[in-house]
């Protein structure tokens, strides 16, 4: 059996690798039109921050690594076309068009940046951030150019952790958001605004600041004699700047599903439970892909590479035939950032959500710290728990703090996806040593906390 693989991210290649581990008869073969493979986009920010040393450390694994494995890669390889009644794919190598054949078809294509039509958009030192080439080439520009200023447009995770390892090498960096918060996707406002109100702190010093401009677009990228960055128009207000960064979202890229005859649903490729699509023997994964919220039953995206992955395993075990291999489940989009010494983290619904999809809830915000009172080094902890109003189901958490912030989300993620009540959260059992937790979890706190709130509603 002959397998081909379409993109080389961390559906691609975990696809790729999940055949090879179960069935080392398949051949496997995998294309991308990058020059580099195996690298974690989501580090791109920190290798410009200077906090990871170079972009060659982000790469976990060349080609070659994959051939020895039995894997063929095939970078620099732009796929052009797919018939999928006749199972051929049409690629682009150099200027020599190349045809393959294959029994099963995976689609890792991934997303694209969305670039909205901004008058001078296409200006020298206007970048996007989604591939290492990309980052590349900021770090070029800004040390060909001596850039100090730099405006970034869109407010989301990966905009915030460029406007934030920006400001760590030395530039002043200016945020543009059109709606009226920070993290819109990630976090409620309320959240949000203990986010915003840290980095505003942070801008005490001499050092470069970062600035926080909402509710607001970018009217207009203003550029010099000679074609480059030199300003950006925010309302009536004129920005300085030397580089533009779009950080304004990712759309799915669905060109070669579409190629393919895939069924395509409100905003990617729709699959069944194994990631197959409505073309017999032809799967997809990743960004690309439509999957089900955990809470509303209805279709959403899950653009992380922990998706990516679980999807990937799936298909993988599928196809290589393995007995009782797994089903796609659906999902509660967990996820978390560092922005400075901010660990910043949410899962399942949040307040915004619930509102949009019509669920009563009730909600509660817990200050709590990261260790015992009494132990050296603890930081605030801000929990946020959004519970269902009729049956008391923990539907959402989002947590926020200098340390711990990350197992506690995941621990909230496993209780959100067994329908764990409140009530039930604040009878469960938690850990404790002074230097790493209070007595009374911070979980646990907040738990509690709601528990009280829904009494004194129910009075």
């Not at 905003?267 to 955990?294: P, Q, R």
């Not at 990937?312 to 999902?331: F, H, M, Q, R, T």
């Amino acid at each position: 059996m002959k397998v081909l693989v379409i993109g080389t991210g961390a559906a691609g290649l975990t696809t790729a690798s999940t055949i090879r581990k179960y069935n080392s008869d398949i051949e496997i073969t995998v294309l991308t039109q990058e020059n580099y493979i195996a690298y974690s986009p989501c580090a791109i920010p920190y290798v410009i921050g200077k906090e990871i040393k170079d972009f060659k450390t982000i790469v976990m694994h060349e080609p070659e690594d994959y051939a020895k494995k039995n894997v063929e890669i095939l970078i620099n390889s732009e796929v052009v076309d797919i018939n999928a009644d006749e199972k051929t794919v049409v690629y682009k190598k150099a200027d020599e068009i190349n045809e393959i054949k294959y029994d099963k078809l995976v689609l890792a294509t991934g997303g694209t940046p969305f670039i909205p039509p901004i008058e001078g958009v296409n200006s020298k030192g206007v970048f996007k951030v989604r591939t290492i080439q990309d980052g590349m080439d900021i770090q070029n520009y800004i040390n060909k150019n001596g850039v100090k200023k730099v405006v970034v447009a869109g407010a989301g995770a990966i905009g915030m952790e460029m406007a934030y390892c920006l400001k760590e090498i030395g530039i002043d960096v200016s945020v543009i958001e059109m709606v009226p918060q920070i993290f819109p996707r990630a976090l409620d406002p309320d959240m949000a605004k203990i986010v915003q109100n840290y980095l505003e702190e942070e801008n005490t010093s001499e050092d470069a600041k970062l600035n926080i401009i909402l509710e607001k677009p970018v009217g207009k990228i203003i550029a010099d004699d000679n074609g480059a960055v030199c300003g950006v128009m925010v309302g009536e207000e004129t920005l300085e700047a030397q580089m533009v960064i779009m950080s304004t979202g990712v759309r799915s890229n669905i060109a070669l599903a579409q190629k393919a005859g895939c069924k395509i649903g409100r905003w990617a490729v729709l699959t069944d439970e194994i990631m197959e699509t409505s073309v017999a023997d032809v799967y997809a994964v990743g960004d690309c892909v439509e999957v089900v919220d955990a809470i509303t039953g209805e279709q959403t995206l899950s653009p992380f590479g922990t998706t990516a992955v679980r999807q990937a395993k799936v298909v993988g075990k599928n196809i290589a035939k393995l007995e009782n291999a797994p089903v796609s489940k659906p999902v509660l989009n967990s996820n978390v950032t560092k922005i400075g010494k901010l660990e910043i983290a949410g899962t399942g619904m949040s307040e915004i959500g619930a509102g949009m999809n019509n669920i009563e809830v009730i909600t509660t915000i817990t200050k709590s710290a990261s260790r015992a009172r009494y132990y050296p080094g603890g930081k605030p902890i801000y929990i946020k728990l959004i519970v269902k109003k009729d049956d008391n189901r923990v539907i959402g958490c989002q947590a926020i703090g200098e340390e711990r912030v990350t197992e506690r989300i995941d621990a909230m993620s496993i209780a959100i996806s067994k329908g764990v009540t409140v009530e039930e959260l604040a009878n469960m059992e938690f850990s404790y040593a002074p230097p790493v937790s209070m007595v009374v979890d911070p979980l646990f706190l907040a738990a509690e906390n709601t528990v009280e709130k829904i009494k004194k509603e129910n009075q």
